[in-house]
Structure formats: structure tokens, C-alpha cells
């Protein structure tokens, strides 16, 4: 082999060695690309992660419930206090709770994504998480479809979706079928406390509202303006609803709803209209909640079953 055979034949290696190296770099570039995940949270920021979610950290005791209903309770290193669903969760690091975080004790465990309650948390204590540079998802639910949404995207941003999609389509279905059941009943007015002292409720923007829609009630506060307005007793006996709703912390509690017996002529009072719903299945965004649901529209059905007696 002459010299200069010897010499192409080196170029041509060295050629062919320089395109497999881009194709390489290509097919590298383009599967990191497809790993990169890019999501809109409720808060309408941009949340990028480079690959799925390995160390959450879960500030909301219902964002932890949810996490594991999309598949991804395992990858949750640190939640806050009354994280207590499933039961896997109580055994889960806590760093503070929705008023008082430990920032510290957050860094420490090196999270690359941290889920958040948009209207549970302080905003000071967030705003450090997020100088820090650590991906951030708020979380915010106002309708039950919502729900089936965030379990989708925790799914997405924890490498999850085998579980996560299902979890959602079942919860959806279940929804729809609800739904349908209660269509076209006639209206029951409903005044749900969420809280006696001050007196609280919620308006129509709260998923609490969704779901006594869902069951063919109608909120008499749905048009104040806060999300959950302090009121009167007197608005309330003005109002005159055919139910009062409330939450108990346990199976077999008032509720503190015998408050309301002073007056026997509302109507929620003359016709036994007074009922209360375990607080976890009513007031967390989880797929739970149609759990409460069920038992809201029972509840209504007994008021309208009990008309004209």
C-alpha cells in the first residue's frame, strides 16, 4: 500500500469518526430533550425539569395525598404536619407545616421538586424555596375536574403516568357518573359552615361549591366575594337554606352545627336538614372527595325526600 493510499484511507477514518460522533451527540441531544419535562402549574408559571421528579417535597397535607395517587409516594422525602393519607405518608420526614416551614431541614434534603398548596402557604417562606432555585409547582383547586388534572401532572413531572392516568380517568368517570345521577334535580338550598367561631363559609369559586353543584344544591353564598367570607347568624336565618353542611374531625360528631336547634323554624332545622361530613373527604383536593360528594348528595336527597311533610 503506497503512502498516499495509506494516508486517504487514515482521512477517511478520521471522517467517518467525526460523523458517528455527531450523530451520537444528535441521538444524546435529542433524548435529553425528550426527557426535559415542561409544565404551566395554577399559579401560570413555567415549571422545567430536566428528567422525572426522584426527591419531592410535598407542602399540603392534600398535595401528598395526591402524590401518592399518582404513583409517586415514593419519591416523597419530606410533607408537613396532618400528612396522614394513605398510611405510608405518616412514616414521610416532616419539615414544618403550612404556617411555619424549616427551611433548613428543606435544603437538606436536596429536593428537585417541590409541590405546593398556591393558596395554603406563606408566600414569604416560598419566595426564599424559590430564590434558592429549586423547581416549585403550585397547586390550586377549584373544580373537582381539577383534580384529575393534578394527578395527571404530578404523574408527568414524577415519571409516574403509568399510574397517575388511570387514577385520573377513574376519578373522572366517577365524577361524570355522579353527575349525571343528580342532573335535572330540583334545586336545594345549602349553607355550609366550614368553621363556627367566626363563622365561615364558602363562596361559589370554592370546590366545595362544585360539589354541592354536582348534587343539584345551590350555595346561598356563593356571590360573596372571599374565597371562604366570615358571616352572621342573622344572614344566615335571612337565607332560611333547606340544608346546613358541616365538617367534623371525626366519625359520630356535631359538627358544631347544634348551634343552629336556637331556631326551629329554619327550614335545615324543620326538616332534619342538618348533617355533617368527614372533613378529609370534603376538604381535600383529593380523589377523596367524591367520597364526601356521595355523601352530600344523600343528604340532599333526604331533603327533598322530606318536602311537604
Same mark, same amino acid.
Given at each position: 500500500m503506497s503512502a498516499n493510499v495509506a494516508a486517504r484511507d487514515a482521512d477517511h477514518r478520521r471522517i467517518a469518526l467525526v460523523h458517528w460522533a455527531l450523530a451520537a451527540a444528535l441521538v444524546l441531544g435529542s433524548v435529553a430533550t425528550a426527557a426535559e419535562i415542561r409544565l404551566a402549574d395554577d399559579s401560570g408559571r413555567s415549571v422545567t425539569l430536566k428528567q422525572p421528579a426522584q426527591r *419531592?417535597? #410535598?407542602? %399540603? /397535607?392534600?398535595?401528598?395525598?395526591l402524590l401518592f395517587a399518582a404513583g409517586a409516594g415514593a419519591q416523597v422525602v419530606g410533607t408537613v404536619e396532618y400528612s396522614d393519607f394513605p398510611a405510608a405518608a405518616q412514616r414521610i420526614p416532616r419539615i414544618g407545616d403550612s404556617a411555619q416551614l424549616d427551611l433548613e431541614r428543606i435544603v437538606a434534603l436536596k429536593p428537585d421538586l417541590i409541590v405546593v398548596w398556591?393558596?395554603?402557604? %406563606?408566600?414569604?417562606? +416560598?419566595?426564599k424555596l424559590l430564590r434558592l432555585g429549586i423547581p416549585v409547582f403550585y397547586n390550586a383547586s377549584t373544580r373537582l375536574s381539577d383534580i384529575g388534572r393534578a394527578v395527571e401532572q404530578l404523574g408527568r413531572l414524577s415519571g409516574t403516568e403509568a399510574v397517575a392516568l388511570p387514577t385520573a380517568r377513574t376519578f373522572a368517570a366517577r @365524577?361524570? @357518573?355522579?353527575?349525571q345521577r343528580h342532573a335535572g334535580r330540583s334545586l336545594v338550598t345549602v349553607f355550609f359552615q366550614i368553621w363556627d367561631k367566626p363563622l365561615m363559609t364558602v363562596n361559589g369559586d370554592h370546590l366545595i361549591s362544585d360539589v354541592i353543584r354536582l348534587c343539584g344544591g345551590q350555595n346561598v353564598f356563593a @356571590? &360573596?366575594? /372571599? +374565597?371562604? /367570607?366570615? *358571616? #352572621?347568624?342573622? =344572614?344566615?336565618?335571612? =337565607?332560611? /337554606?333547606e340544608a346546613i353542611g358541616g365538617v367534623t374531625a371525626e366519625a359520630g360528631q356535631a359538627g358544631n352545627l347544634d348551634m343552629w336547634k336556637k331556631w326551629p323554624r329554619v327550614r335545615a332545622v324543620a326538616r332534619d336538614g342538618l348533617f355533617v *361530613? $368527614? =372533613?378529609?373527604? *370534603?376538604?381535600?383536593?383529593? $380523589?377523596?372527595? &367524591?367520597?364526601? =360528594?356521595?355523601?352530600?348528595? @344523600?343528604?340532599l336527597e333526604a331533603v327533598r325526600a322530606g318536602r311537604g311533610r
Open positions: *419531592i417535597i #410535598s407542602l %399540603a /397535607p392534600h398535595m401528598t395525598e398556591r393558596k395554603g402557604n %406563606a408566600q414569604r417562606q +416560598l419566595d @365524577e361524570a @357518573e355522579l353527575r @356571590e &360573596l366575594k /372571599p +374565597l371562604t /367570607p366570615v *358571616i #352572621s347568624a342573622e =344572614a344566615v336565618l335571612a =337565607a332560611d /337554606p *361530613i $368527614p =372533613a378529609e373527604l *370534603i376538604t381535600r383536593d383529593t $380523589p377523596r372527595i &367524591l367520597d364526601g =360528594a356521595l355523601q352530600l348528595c @344523600e343528604r
